[in-house]
């Protein structure tokens, strides 16, 4: 494998994440919305983590910017990078999937909003942000520069710290009971990790 091919994958599996998350963006933009939690630190939230998952490591792909952070390609890292990227991109359409018309790419509550429980969600209760971590990872193992390698790590990192309280609070004021029974019985982000 060459940096090139690194790249390329990287590429593609971005590519294969907007054809997944599409079709839902568009059926989100006719759902209406019973409850929000979107705000000014939402939105820089959501654009800290596109910084780090999309901007910047889309920056160095097509410019080798920043080569000063340029690190040893190693082959063995870029082919260990297929494995979290093809888990992320199966947990992302699972969790679309899953959600149907409950997803939203902020913090908002459908009408006729359900709690759902099933499939993916039996496990874990984020199964959406298990899936951008492991895109995080593949994209530190694919990309041989210490700033867009790690820059989805912290990009993502940050919103998952200021965001998945509030998330839950959210849950809770909706769901009451019924969402505290499932915290008890889910991990947040990795299976059987409470």
């Not at 999309?54 to 082919?79: C, E, K, Q, Y």
Request: glycine fraction near 8%; aromatic fraction near 16%.
């Amino acid at each position: 494998m060459t940096v090139a091919i690194a790249k390329a994958i990287w590429l593609a599996c971005v590519i294969a994440w907007w054809i997944i998350r599409y079709p839902h963006e568009r059926r989100a933009r006719t759902a209406a919305v019973a409850r929000s939690g979107r705000d000014a630190g939402e939105w820089i939230l959501l654009v800290v983590s596109l910084a780090g998952l999309g901007i910047v490591p889309m920056i160095f792909v097509f410019t080798g910017f920043p080569r000063i952070a340029d690190r040893a390609f190693m082959p063995a890292l870029a082919w260990a990078g297929i494995v979290p990227s093809l888990a992320s991109l199966w947990l992302f359409y699972w969790t679309h999937r899953e959600l149907g018309r409950n997803w939203s790419v902020s913090l908002e509550v459908r009408d006729q909003h359900r709690l759902v429980t099933s499939g993916v969600y039996r496990y874990v209760r984020h199964p959406m942000y298990s899936a951008f971590f492991l895109w995080a990872v593949a994209q530190g193992l694919l990309l041989p520069n210490w700033v867009a390698g790690l820059s989805g790590l912290i990009g993502f990192g940050i919103l998952f710290w200021f965001r998945v309280g509030r998330e839950e609070r959210l849950m809770l004021e909706t769901f009451g009971e019924e969402y505290r029974a499932y915290m008890a019985r889910t991990a947040r982000v990795v299976p059987w990790i409470y």
